[in-house]
Every structure is written in structure tokens, then in C-alpha cells.
């Protein structure tokens, strides 16, 4: 009876300390692994690597010939021109949030991750954190690189001894470039679908500014329209990129809801919706 008895206990406990248990950790890992192994992955880090470097370049090079000209003002500062190609690089950072999790709905491999990780919470943060460190590594590194090649480029390089003219707006370049692709992971959670995920994403980061600016046309009626416009993700993160000491806590208030409301939606979702 004392054997018998004690079985279930002893196979309870072996199920409970088995190496195969899913973790947090083993699925951070596996989200690292399918994000990295995706070529669109790869495909999208690269446009935004050339995007980012090649402007940066030929910003610089118009910046100083501007300059040098006859009556030309003052050459834009060294910073800005490293961060200005992020109104066109947030695109890219957004779409690959949003085909970060839809190609898993349309390869049904979503299921399997379900399947392995029962806590759907769990996965929407693991990936998450993925995409956000994938996203702020790869940011990181192509500043550094525009910065070797546009410094040959500009008559007064970064001024690295005044963080509000250097260290601050670089990071808050980095984390508005995290921001962005976690809007474009909202929306993928949400709308399940690639297509449907990169237009509302690209929706949100650039038809939406373009939309508010026309009412400063429509009169004073509507200027609290035109004044909302700098919550929107791409006119906060400007704000938050600027050089200068700038109140900031705004636009970063705003980017953090940007980033948590898509994904607190995208949680619902998955929550209440089979995959």
C-alpha cells in the first residue's frame, strides 16, 4: 500500500523538476531563434542599416556645402544628422514588429508556441523582449556607424562633453526605434494578419501626422487637433531626439503608452481568440 501510495507523488515531483519544462528563459530563447532565422528579419535590419547611414551621409555632405556657401547659415548639428533618417527608418522598424508574430499566424506555427507555452501572456512578453533588444542592438550599431562615416562629412563633429548634445537624444533614438516596432508587434498580436498589421502600423507612425497637420488649415476651431498631433509616435520621438534641454516627459509619457496600449490590446486578444 505504502508503494502504490507514493507513486504519484514521486512522478509529481519528477514532472516537476524535469530539464524539459518550458521556461521563461527556454522561451526567450526560442522566440530569439525564430525571429533571427527569419530572412524578412535580416532583409528589414539591412534597409534600415542603408537607409540610416546613407542619409545620414548625404544629409552631412548638404549640410556643409549649405554652410560653406555664400550667406549659407549655420551647418546642422553633427547629432541631427544621424537621427533625422528615423522619420523614414520607423517604418521599417515598425513592419518588422508586425511580421515578427503574423507570419507565425499565417504558418499556423503560432499554435505550436501555444502548445509549448500555455501562458499566452508569457509569449506576447517573451517576443517582445526580443524584438525590443533585436531592435535597440541593431539601432545601436548603425548609429555608430553613421557617426564613423558622416564625421569625415560635417565641419564640427558631436559634442560628446554635453550629453544633451550627444548621449541623451541618441538614446532616446534607440528607444523610440524600440517603441516603434513594438506598435508595429501591437498590431500584429491584434489584427493577425501582415498586410493588415503593416497598414495600421504604417497608418499610425505616417498617414496619421500627414492628417492632423491639414486641419491647421480648417482655423482655430481646430487647433487643438493640430496641437494633439505631437502625442503621435513619430512627432514624440522626434521630440524626445532633439538636442537641447527640452521637456521631454510628454513625449516620452506618450511614446510609453503608444508602445503598451497596442500590446495591452494585442494580449486581450490573444487571451480570448483561439489561434
Not at 2 to 24: G, I, K, M, N, Y
Not at 187 to 196: L, Q, S
Not at 225 to 239: H, K, M
Amino acid at each position: 500500500m505504502t508503494a502504490v501510495s507514493s507513486e504519484p507523488t514521486l512522478r509529481t515531483r519528477s514532472t516537476a523538476t524535469s530539464p524539459s519544462r518550458l521556461t521563461f528563459a527556454r522561451l526567450l530563447s526560442s522566440e530569439w531563434i525564430k525571429l533571427v532565422s527569419l530572412r524578412s528579419t535580416w532583409w528589414s535590419l539591412a534597409v534600415a542599416a542603408v537607409l540610416s547611414i546613407g542619409l545620414s551621409a548625404l544629409i552631412a555632405a548638404v549640410s556643409r556645402d549649405l554652410g560653406a556657401g555664400p550667406g549659407g547659415g549655420p551647418a546642422l548639428a553633427a547629432v541631427n544628422v544621424i537621427l533625422l533618417p528615423t522619420q523614414f527608418t520607423m517604418l521599417v522598424a515598425g513592419i518588422l514588429g508586425a511580421i515578427a508574430i503574423t507570419g507565425e499566424y499565417s504558418t499556423g506555427m503560432i499554435r505550436s508556441t501555444l502548445t509549448a507555452q500555455p501562458r499566452r501572456g508569457a509569449v506576447l512578453a517573451a517576443k517582445a523582449i526580443v524584438v525590443s533588444l533585436v531592435l535597440a542592438a541593431t539601432t545601436v550599431v548603425i548609429y555608430a556607424i553613421a557617426i564613423l562615416v558622416t564625421t569625415p562629412l560635417v565641419t564640427t563633429g558631436i559634442d560628446w562633453s554635453d550629453p544633451s548634445q550627444s548621449v541623451v537624444p541618441l538614446a532616446f533614438g534607440v528607444f523610440a526605434m524600440v517603441v516603434y516596432a513594438l506598435i508595429g508587434l501591437g498590431f500584429g498580436f491584434i489584427v493577425r494578419n501582415g498586410a493588415g498589421a503593416i497598414a495600421a502600423t504604417v497608418g499610425v507612425l505616417f498617414v496619421l501626422p500627414i492628417v492632423f497637420s491639414l486641419f491647421g488649415i480648417a482655423g482655430e476651431s481646430w487647433q487643438w487637433l493640430v496641437d494633439a498631433a505631437q502625442y503621435l509616435p513619430s512627432n514624440a520621438g522626434g521630440t524626445l531626439a532633439s538636442t537641447g534641454d527640452t521637456d521631454r516627459l510628454p513625449a516620452f509619457l506618450a511614446m510609453i503608452a503608444w508602445a503598451v496600449v497596442p500590446l495591452g490590446l494585442g494580449w486581450t486578444v490573444l487571451r480570448t481568440r483561439d489561434a
